[in-house]
């Protein structure tokens, strides 16, 4: 059984048991095929280009929506709005480098530039209460809050034609599994996101390993707007 340290993410040896532990960069190729049994102890695994190969496995088995999509509006930006945890002095200790900060209003005005088509805004966020949702209606659209049911939420933005995401797993993933023709995701320097952007494979020496959840295959369904 082999234990792997949370920054190397490369396995050293093989046994029929293998024991992994690490933040996003793993080499699977270094999983030897005498493994028949993975226990993982720890892993964000943030990191698309270990989930591209199995990209259709992900979406039409492993993971596949067991629910039918939702009647939603083709004339809406459905945009999810992350904040709690996210917001600077609250939960976060407004350390960009190392933790995913709220996008700002600016963000989500940029965003929105990239679709002119747009004559509603519908917004899933964990936090209906914020004042920030308030500030949402100076963008230029009509705002419509979800009710804040994170699988009902998940579900609308799955099955939304257009999608505005900010740096959270949980509007990706609703990205990656639903049927958006297009999403837009604001990376901000020195951001978290932003530090991993351009990282693939394992880190350089003394480089923390970030994410990078850029769906590098599908332009036409992704945009990543660099502010």
């Given amino acids: 059984m082999i234990v792997l340290d949370p920054s190397a993410g490369t396995p050293r040896s093989t046994g029929r048991k293998l024991t992994l532990q690490f933040d996003h960069w793993c080499d699977l190729s270094g999983i030897d095929e005498s493994v ?3 226990n993982v102890l720890h892993c964000y695994a943030q990191r698309y280009e270990l989930l591209q190969p199995y ?3 992900i979406r039409h088995d492993w993971l ?3 629910v039918p999509y939702v ?3 083709p004339t809406a930006v459905y945009m999810h709005v992350r904040r709690t945890d996210y917001v600077p002095g609250v939960d976060n200790p407004n350390q960009p480098e190392r933790h995913c900060l709220a996008a700002t209003l600016d963000d989500y005005a940029a965003c929105l530039k990239e679709f002119p088509e747009a004559r509603r805004l519908i917004v899933a966020t964990d ?3 914020d004042p920030f949702m308030d500030r949402l209606k100076t963008l230029g659209l009509p705002v419509d809050i979800l009710g804040g049911r994170w699988d009902t939420d998940f579900l609308a933005l799955a099955s939304a034609r ?3 995401m900010p740096q959270s ?3 990706w993933w609703a990205g990656f599994l639903g049927r958006a023709e297009r999403i837009v995701c604001p990376i901000r ?3 978290h996101w932003w530090y991993g952007k351009d990282l693939r494979g394992a880190p350089a020496a003394g480089q923390r390993d970030y994410p990078n959840l850029y769906v590098y295959d599908e332009p036409e369904r992704w945009t990543w707007l660099n502010l």
Wanted: glycine letters at 4%; proline letters at 4%.
């Fill in 169 to 171: 797993t949980y509007s």
């Fill in 127 to 129: 936090d209906p209460r």
């Fill in 55 to 57: 990209k259709e496995q």
């Fill in 71 to 73: 009647e939603t509006d």
């Fill in 162 to 164: 257009w999608l505005i």
């Fill in 64 to 66: 596949r929506l067991r």
């Fill in 36 to 38: 028949r049994q993975v």
């Fill in 189 to 191: 320097e020195g951001t």
